[in-house]
């Protein structure tokens, strides 16, 4: 894994490596090519949780090795986010999808990449039930 500054901080457990990030204001630039720069990951199924519109989702699309998705509980926001990424080519490889905000919808080991500047109720043992062996949480925390 590729060190970045002293705002990066990564935790190996269990196969899993987890990376927080330092402050709010990194987070709300933080793109793409800087979440697969500090994580290593080359491929899989990345799930964005909490995608908003959908545009670091979108970016998190750099080549046909990913497949990622979007999470969000706002049924309104996935209905104009899924229009913009139609209109935009990318549905299909790039999808978003409405879930209960606590429970991820997938089966245990499957994801390659979690990123998320907030997981709201969705709890780290949630993650953890998702992330395959040697899967990355990319996860914004406040201050740490």
Known sequence: MRKSASRLCSVLVSGMVFVTLASAAFCESITAKAIYDATGVKGGLVVHVGCGDAKLTAALR???????????????????TRKSLHAAGLYGPVTVNQFDGKHLPYVKDMVTLVVAEKLGDVTMDEVRRVLAPDGVAYIAKGGK
């Open 62 to 80: 750099a080549d046909d090795s990913y497949l990622v998705q979007g999470l969000d509980t706002d049924a309104a926001r996935i209905a104009e």
